[in-house]
């Protein structure tokens, strides 16, 4: 049984837990802390730094080190969170920029990372600590994200996590969670509760309002200040510090490492005056005189500092239950989440708006986000393949429809960049170092084992002893309430005494509208907010579409409400070649579903064809990446349809798999290779079989018709040349056929532009490219051509060719306006009403 890992990514910490022995266990890396800061650094010699020991660094050289970068998830760069975020993170850190893409990149040592690729790397050393603390491989994974996330920040954290080797088998919203670890949401809570979920962490607090009913969670409204925390209380405690010992050493030098040994004891402080009223700080030494800073802080005053900041956040809740049209006591129960809700001050603050009875405190804050994903695991009952959305058993390995992995990819850690590749990659896919000689490692395999109630020695994988089916390993199910039995992943009731147990498997809504764009560019609805998913039915709309022969469909998808479409995020876009004959109006049906991992699967019918549905997974991709790819697909789709009938079996067969890795691209699926490579690689690509058909279009067209013309050392090399291109086409060996077609190109440009006149024109003649009358007087005046080039009489030549030439021009002229129709691309219509 594969086992999955609950993990709370968290903006300053994260935390990870499990399912043991039927209940939820945090998974500490460390003695005395839960979490793992989300922090990542470089030591000098490029050493990769994780969690405490970044954070450690931090002080040394915080140009290697960065943290919150939760904040810039699934982002665009000119986004102005990101702004914010960065402003944030002060002066002295590294380096921030505008990817190609309009993405993020962040600077560390020799390389750029991703946020996605810094997430990724947190949770590979997650993954490796949980599996070296348990022995116990974790395959797959719940990992949380805030409610306000839009499906671009939830795709990011599903790719982190897919990066970091893990099937990432929910994203699951952080309130909902917390929501689990306090064990509300269960089958046999008849009524309904609304519950608020305070959450003030490390750097942001996040407030959200619940009604969970059994079997799912809804939406009524989330609130908060993403810029507002933990680091703030650290921040005011420090300069209350700084302030007395300026007052108490009158003339003190500061060192420049002082101010984050304050901040440090300050924080730890302010931690212990959670549980304590008051607390010794003591720092030294500091300054060049070595001063020593000794305090007694108690925990009224350290209120007083921070009494403003949490007055903020109890008018943002005020405000989140006023929006979502509540009052105060129509909530029945408030939990108390985040790290820094254990301050007194909060639980008092709360109490006296809420009402005392109401207020949950009994589930640590720090950990029970982590813990509501742990019990989410237990809860899953089938997988859905991310491929083809089969719906697959929890034991499976692949899926059974199409053979996709169900379970994580072993990774291994790049040397250079330290990002992870799947093992067995050849190269980094980021800063293409060798990782062939790399293997991933994982926990040594179970031993066999002895079953305790009947003393039958089973093997490593077993489950249940084989004689007398007693239980012989923990596969991650629930205990029963009634009567303890630890059960199966999945299950609804007890498989010992039938009881039922808390399994409420609670649904997400949507947060933001998903519409797509129409031909007037408005964006129209399809799926509305607060939807619930995954959805049983498809949600239907009907459309119209007026097209002409060889247009494109395009469906793009919106997520968000702004007017027009273009105004909010792309999820992703679907193009299709509409079928012969689909000319004039007909009506288009558009189907959505949405999965329980938030993907969504799109079926698409015009006139009653349907087309191959397309599956939105929602990847962070960003815009101007699916743009530019989408514009390198057309291109690749008008040249495969242009030359379909010239191209040799290996020439299809190589731009069909860049077509096809293109249009993965343009569905909003990751490559699974560098996007940026990928797009470059294409653009040769397509750029270098241009060259080769054009070089091979000339390498036979100027034997064929101006031999006579032409020297002959130049003939010799245009007849070398083009069985050269014909057995590189036939290799599909486009680099040295491009060496080959910039020869002929440079033997053209000698040969001058009239020779290439008369040859094109007598080319287009003989091929009935032309109109009839014309077509006979270029072949004519050919002839007259040829025959005064035989007999060397220069002035006739010279005449024939200049009367060509016009001819050329007629021709041209002609051409131009028999232009076939380009490709034209056309989307969905509203019907009239
Ligand atoms: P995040 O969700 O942003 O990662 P956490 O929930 O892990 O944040 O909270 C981290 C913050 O909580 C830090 O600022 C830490 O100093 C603070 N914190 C942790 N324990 C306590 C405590 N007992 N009292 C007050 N603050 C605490
Ligand atoms: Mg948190």
């Known amino acids: ?100 893409d309009g993405g993020i990149l962040i600077r560390l040592g020799d390389h750029d990372y991703t946020p996605v690729q810094i997430s990724a790397i947190i949770l590979r050393r997650l993954k490796r600590d949980a599996e070296e603390r348990l022995g116990t491989e974790f395959t797959r994974a719940v990992i949380t994200a805030p409610a306000y996330f839009g499906e ?11 990066l970091a080797g893990f099937h990432v088998v929910r994203v699951l919203m952080e309130p909902t969670s917390a929501a689990l670890a306090h064990g509300l949401g269960r089958a046999h809570d008849a009524d309904q509760a609304t519950v608020l ?82 607390t010794e700080v003591i720092v030294s030494p500091l300054g060049e005189s070595g001063a020593v800073l000794s305090e007694t802080v108690d925990r009224k005053h350290f209120e007083n500092l921070i009494a403003e900041r949490i007055e903020e956040t109890v008018d943002l809740t005020r405000r989140t239950v006023t929006e979502a049209s509540l009052l105060p006591e129509d909530i029945n129960q408030v939990l108390l989440v985040g790290g820094s809700s254990a301050i007194p001050l909060v639980a008092e603050r709360l109490a006296e708006l809420f009402g005392r009875e109401k207020l949950r405190t009994d589930v640590d804050p720090m950990t029970c986000v982590a813990l509501g994903a742990a019990v989410q695991s237990a809860l899953v009952d089938t997988l859905d393949c991310p491929d083809c959305r089969a719906t697959c058993p929890l034991d499976a ?24 590749a799947p093992e067995n990659t050849g190269s980094c896919p980021v800063c293409a170092s060798d990782l062939s000689a790399l293997s991933a490692q994982r926990p040594a395999p179970p031993a066999p084992s002895v079953c305790g109630e009947c003393g039958e ?11 007398c ?39 997400d809504v949507t947060p933001r509208p998903i519409g797509i764009r129409t031909s007037n560019g408005s964006l129209v609805v399809l799926v509305e907010a607060g939807t619930r998913y995954p959805t049983e039915q498809p949600i239907r709309h009907d459309f119209q579409l007026t097209a002409n022969p060889g247009d494109m469909l395009e469906i793009a998808l919106h997520e968000g409400d702004l007017q027009p479409a273009e105004r909010n995020d792309l999820c992703g876009v679907s193009m299709y070649e509409l079928p012969e004959g689909s000319t004039g109006t007909k009506a288009l049906t558009i189907a959505v579903h949405l999965d329980g991992d938030r ?69 909003g699926e990751a490559p699974g290779r560098s996007l940026d490579t990928l797009l470059e690689d294409a653009d040769v690509l397509l750029e270098r079989q241009q060259s080769v058909r054009w070089a091979t279009a000339l390498a036979y067209r100027y034997p064929h018709h101006v031999a006579e013309l032409m020297p002959d050392e130049d003939l010799e090399a245009m007849l070398r040349h083009r069985s050269a291109l014909k057995s590189m086409r036939e290799a599909a060996d486009f680099d040295r056929g491009h060496k080959i077609a910039e020869e002929v190109l440079s033997i053209r440009r000698r040969l001058g532009e009239d020779l290439y006149k008369v040859m094109s024109a007598l080319a ?54 028999f232009r076939a129709p380009e490709r034209r691309t056309v989307r969905p219509e509203k019907p009239a009403r």
Not at 152 to 162: C, D, F, N, P
Not at 205 to 232: A, E, K, Q
Not at 409 to 415: L, M, N, Q, R, Y
Not at 457 to 467: F, R, S, V
């Open 1 to 100: 049984m594969h086992r999955t890992l609950g993990i709370d990514l968290g903006t300053t910490n994260s935390v990870m837990a499990w399912i043991k022995d039927g209940e939820p266990e945090v998974i500490a890396t460390a003695p005395e802390e839960s979490g793992t800061p989300s922090v990542l650094g470089l030591s000098g010699d490029g050493t990769l730094l994780v969690g405490r020991e970044a954070l450690n660094w931090l002080e040394r050289d915080a140009s290697r080190v960065i943290a919150t970068v939760k904040r810039l998830m699934g982002r665009q760069f000119k986004d102005p969170k990101v702004r914010q975020a960065v402003l944030r993170m002060g002066q002295g850190g590294p380096e921030i920029t505008e990817g190609p």
């Open 152 to 162: 671009r920040q939830i795709a990011a954290t599903r790719e982190a996590g897919r």
């Open 197 to 278: 979920v305070y959450d003030l962490g490390g750097g942001t607090f996040d407030v959200s309002i619940l009604t969970l009913m059994p079997g799912f969670v809804d939406v009524l409204g989330v609130g908060g200040d993403n810029l507002l925390g933990g680091t703030d209380f650290d921040g005011s405690l420090a300069d209350h510090l700084q302030g007395l010992l300026n007052e108490r050493s009158p003339g003190h030098e500061p060192l420049p490492g002082d101010a984050s040994k304050i901040r440090k004891a300050a924080e730890h402080a302010k931690i212990r005056l959670s549980a304590a009223s008051s």
């Open 397 to 420: 390995d692949t899926c059974s429809d199409c053979a996709t992995p169900l379970v994580g990819t072993p990774t291994v850690e790049c040397p250079a960049c330290h990002v992870p």
């Open 457 to 467: 020695e089973n093997g490593p994988d077993a489950m249940e002893c084989d004689l």
């Open 469 to 507: 089916g007693a239980r012989l390993r923990d596969s991650g199910g629930l205990k029963c309430p009634s009567c303890a039995f630890v059960n199966q992943p999945g299950l609804a009731w007890c498989s010992l005494c039938n009881a039922e147990l808390p399994v409420a498997a609670p649904s």
């Open 599 to 667: 993907s969504i699967r799109l079926e698409t019918r015009l006139d009653g064809s349907s087309f191959t549905p397309a599956v939105f997974r929602r990847n962070p991709l960003p815009p101007e990446f699916r743009r530019r790819a989408r514009e390198t697909h057309g291109r690749f789709q008008t040249f495969l349809a242009d030359w379909r009938h010239e191209l040799t079996p290996a020439e299809s067969a190589v731009l069909a798999e860049t077509a096809t890795a293109l249009e993965q691209v343009v569905r």
């Open 764 to 817: 287009f003649a003989s091929h009935n490219g032309v109109n009839a009358a014309l077509q006979q007087r270029i072949q004519q005046t050919g002839d007259m051509l040829t025959e005064a080039a035989r007999q060397g009489d220069l002035a006739r030549v010279d005449a024939a060719k200049s009367r060509i030439t016009d001819l050329y021009a007629d021709m041209r002229r002609e051409q131009a306006e």
